[in-house]
């Protein structure tokens, strides 16, 4: 049976059907327009995400049913243009919910005067099938080991939610931090990217520094520098520390020489030195490109020893396609490169021997200096997704690996270009 009232916190994630039950996308957002007096708002429409990622507009006078698990449409005909806000619109789930309001409702009296939190809004289908916002929940402010109780209250009884009042800063973002969970940090900087700028300023502030930093490392690189600018310097420059050292330099590389020179300073000198190494090379060349911190290895290290090591979760895949083999020091810049064997091999072999008898020694190593255009002839003449890149003394610097290659081939904008997504199946 369709629904007439309905709370916009259960529509997230909705399948999204045309007439003839062929999906559509997922809904993400409830777009509300909302009035400057307490008269109740009107639903304009849904944000839909498409399969290819592009988020649309919906009207809600398309809406014929929402129905426990679905939403269904009286059209399979919908616009494919992006949605953008218009003037007076706002988004029920990256916007509104979060929200610090007041509520004076004469039927809850402890409730006047507290500053509470907006949970979830209810919204009713009219008469005349438009959808309103009627109804509002809320929360006190959560203390630890204790969760408050949510009260559902009339909307004309909430104050606090004018556009204006939204647009205020330090607004929680619990519920938005909700929808993360779990997801891959290239997903989480998408979705972040489509969030107001005030919002998406909010989100980060509240990550975790390691969560941010995996966050950021997939934005663009202006985007990356304008999130990085609304930071403290302090929590910059701890940001900086947990990116990858081949990340933060190409971020590092995007600032002024002495705003840059201001962070690295901040930073634990562990975390700066592989950094500064990384800066004095061009970014298109194998030193700018590689990153510091492989798998590498003695030669006595086990082939046991070695499987564990490549699975490190923390690893991207490409890293853990091949460790390296040198003499102590191992850390890079490490002692002679003696060589580097392929997982593969590693697979192969009992767990007792050591990588020190399988190591190839044939695969030419790269030099730092060594062009773009020269590192993918490299890659794809020999097969690889990872390649070594020692100095002129034969001391392992680093690897360069694929994902890294690609970053710098695409343009600029491949974020923005969904015919990139097109044939991607996503399993929401």
């Known amino acids: 049976m369709a629904a007439t009232r309905v709370y916009v916190a259960r529509l997230a994630g909705l399948v999204v059907l045309g007439p003839d039950g062929e999906s559509i996308g997922r809904v993400r957002d409830v777009v509300v327009a909302i009035r400057y007096d307490r008269q109740q708002p009107r639903i304009h429409g849904l944000v839909v995400e498409l399969p290819t990622r592009r988020r649309i507009f919906v009207p809600i006078l398309r809406v014929t049913a929402i129905e426990p698990g679905v939403v269904t449409l009286n059209t399979g005909t919908v616009s494919l243009r992006r949605f953008t806000q218009r003037p007076g619109e706002m988004l029920a789930l990256a916007q509104i919910v979060d929200s610090a309001v007041r509520v004076e409702d004469p039927d809850l009296p402890d409730l006047a005067g507290v500053d509470v939190v907006v949970v979830d809004l209810g919204m009713e289908q009219t ?76 989100v980060a502030i509240a990550l975790d520094d390691e969560r941010l930093a995996d966050v950021v490392q997939e934005l663009p690189d202006d985007e990356q520098v304008d999130l990085l600018g609304h930071l403290e310097v302090r929590r910059a420059a701890d940001v900086l520390e947990a990116m990858d050292p081949d990340d933060a330099a190409d971020l590092l590389g995007e600032l002024p020489v002495s705003e840059a020179e201001s962070l690295l300073a901040l930073m634990d000198p562990e975390e700066s030195e592989p950094v500064r190494r990384l800066l004095e090379h061009s970014p298109y060349s194998a030193g700018g490109l590689m990153t510091p ?3 590498i ?26 460790v390296f083999v040198v003499r102590p020091p191992t850390a890079t810049p490490t002692g002679r490169y003696l060589g580097s ?12 021997h050591l990588v020190g008898g ?46 890294d290659v690609l970053d710098h081939l695409l343009p600029d904008d491949w974020r923005d270009q969904e015919e990139l997504h097109e044939g991607i199946v996503r399993h929401d």
């Open 297 to 322: 290895l003695t030669p006595s290290t086990t082939v046991a020893e070695a499987l564990a090591r490549v699975r490190n979760p923390d690893l991207t895949p490409a890293l853990a396609s091949m």
């Open 127 to 202: 008469r005349t099938r438009d959808w309103r916002v009627t109804r509002v929940a809320v929360r006190g402010h959560r203390r630890i080991g204790r969760r408050r109780t949510v009260h559902v209250v009339d909307w004309i009884h909430v104050s606090g939610l004018t556009p204006t009042e939204i647009d205020q800063p330090g607004q929680e973002v619990t519920q938005l931090l909700e929808q993360f969970e779990g997801l891959r940090p290239a997903d989480v900087a998408h979705l972040l990217r489509e969030l107001p700028e005030k919002r998406r300023i909010e």
């Open 341 to 352: 064997v392929h997982i593969q091999q590693l697979l192969r072999e009992p767990p007792a």
């Open 358 to 403: 399988i190591l190839d020694a044939e695969l030419a190593p790269l030099r730092p200096d060594v062009p773009l255009a020269a590192v993918t002839r490299y890659f794809a003449t020999y097969n690889l997704v990872c390649g070594p890149v020692v100095d002129e003394e034969n001391h392992l610097l680093g690897a360069v690996s694929v994902d």
């Open 293 to 295: 911190k492989p798998v």
